[in-house]
């Protein structure tokens, strides 16, 4: 039976960073993974090839609508899709094959198979080729998938997932979208951009839940703008093909008709066929694994990250939960800043986000101040002809130390990194202010929003 020092089961974002991780400091590793293609579902069928779509849709719609204010004349413009598509699935080969190269560089041994932990220090890989390996330390890094909802009958071609929304050979003349959170809002705004009609459907009263409220209501103006049509307060009880049209039934409404239909109502644990139960590793209601400080579950040598443990479901994420498990177990510490941990939307504009909301802010009396500046006033910005939005700082109104920043404009999801650094330095509005950020950049919103937290921006 092979015997490794450590074993991760899964090669996600989370995944593959831990192995690498732990090779580097000096185990024998290996990773066990049920797909051909490493990388996990954000480089395969999510993060990588949905920006892949949204880039190239946005490039088609500037194309279209856009480049005569610059100066830039066509006589026409034309879609190919397979072309498009071939880009995107180009990119993701070329990412995966990397990975590939790192386990190789870092002398990780790949196991291709099922991971199933069979008891505490014994892996067994199912698959073509079966075997079980042995190992001191187990990490589970299985990341998550598309959450169902009751009445919404998949058949992934027509009512689908956004793994399936990514491949459309055709651009539907009428897509659903259930779910108005990152994921249903990015391929929305893709399929809108490439020709369809676009409904967004959302439980709530309000899209993006959990990003700042006031944040979420301007993004939503300028998405109706575009031509999103949004319905809120909306309960799916219904989704399903009939043969030739879906049907989306709504509580209290008429049914909705169209071509396509994309769940998208966010997404659970992946742990069918772990083998959790059986070593009895404890799990919550919602089926994530529990863990402590150092990612250790309630069994000694099994260890879970990313997706399958509770936080927010980004890759970033996992990858810092990875490289921190791992040196948990190697050098008995580890630490990850969840309060440092950025989201972004990549719509046109972006949405980024890091730290407190102002809806937080308020529900847990924190005094704070605030500083905001549009992107309108930017000279970058107007050169660019990206002009919406603007950036929001908040920072305590005793201290001054950065409790928040939430960004909706021109390569937010770029911006808020330095947002990201100066919360995990315990920063304050004043050292961004301070700081000297290059003209011409959009990088100088964030200065002046930082300036204006007390009243003091330069160019508003």
């Known amino acids: 039976m092979p015997t490794h020092d450590l074993v991760v089961i899964g090669a996600g974002p989370g995944g593959y960073v831990a192995a690498i991780r732990a090779a580097q400091l000096g185990l024998n590793v290996a990773c066990v993974e049920e797909e051909q293609a490493l990388g996990g579902t954000c480089l395969r069928v999510g993060c990588i090839p949905s920006k892949a779509m949204l880039e ?43 990975v590939e190269g790192l386990f190789r560089k870092n002398k990780v041994t790949r196991y291709f198979g099922h991971g199933r932990i069979k008891a505490a220090g014994v892996v067994a890989v199912e698959g073509k080729e079966p075997q079980e390996i042995q190992a001191k330390h187990i990490v589970i890094a299985t990341g998550s998938k598309s959450s169902p909802l009751n009445g919404v009958e998949l058949d992934g071609t027509h009512v689908v997932t956004s793994t399936e929304a990514l491949s459309f050979t055709e651009v539907p003349k009428h897509l659903v979208v259930i779910g108005a959170g990152y994921i249903g809002l990015e391929m929305g705004c893709v399929w809108k951009r490439l020709g369809a ?52 039934e709504c509580g209290g409404s008429e049914p909705i008709h169209a071509d396509k239909v994309l769940l998208s109502v966010g997404r659970y644990p992946n742990a069918d066929n772990l083998g959790l139960d059986v070593v009895h590793v ?27 443990i509770g936080g927010p479901m980004l890759a970033h994420k996992a990858e810092e939960e990875g490289v921190a498990c791992i ?35 308020k529900e847990a009396n924190v005094p704070y101040k605030k ?43 770029d911006l808020i990194a330095e947002a990201v650094v100066a919360l995990e330095f315990g ?23 930082a300036l204006n937290v007390d009243g003091r921006a330069i160019h508003m």
């Not at 939503?220 to 879906?246: H, I, M, N, P």
């Not at 579950?297 to 099994?302: L, Y």
């Not at 920063?427 to 959009?442: F, G, M, N, V, Y």
């Open 371 to 413: 500083g905001v500046f549009p992107f309108m006033a930017n000279g970058r910005a107007k050169a660019l002809g990206q002009t919406e939005g603007r950036v929001k700082m908040l920072a305590h109104a005793q201290t001054d130390r950065i409790l928040g920043v939430h960004i909706i404009g021109p390569r937010a999801g």
């Open 197 to 248: 009609k676009v409904t967004v459907l959302e439980f709530l009263d309000r899209i993006l839940p959990g990003m700042d409220s006031e944040m979420a209501a301007e993004a939503q103006k300028v998405f109706t703008k575009q031509g999103l049509e949004f319905k809120l307060g909306t309960r799916v009880t219904s989704a399903k093909y009939d043969g030739q049209k879906c049907i989306v």
């Open 282 to 308: 404890a799990r919550d209601s919602r089926g994530r694994v529990q863990v402590d400080q150092l990612f250790r579950t309630t069994i000694p040598g099994i260890y879970a990250i990313g997706d399958m």
């Open 56 to 98: 190239a849709s946005e490039l088609y719609s500037m194309a279209r609508s856009h480049l005569a204010e610059f100066g830039v004349t066509m006589t026409a413009v034309s879609l190919d899709l397979p072309t498009m598509l071939k880009r995107k699935d180009g990119i993701v080969s070329q990412l995966t094959k990397g």
């Open 327 to 361: 040196e948990g177990i190697v050098h008995g510490h580890c630490h990850v800043n969840y309060d440092a941990i950025p989201g972004v939307v990549y719509t046109d504009p972006e949405i980024a986000s890091v730290g407190k909301t102002e809806d937080q802010l």
């Open 427 to 449: 920063a304050s509005s004043e050292d961004i202010a301070r700081s000297s950020h290059a003209h011409p950049t959009l990088a100088e919103v964030m200065k002046e929003a």
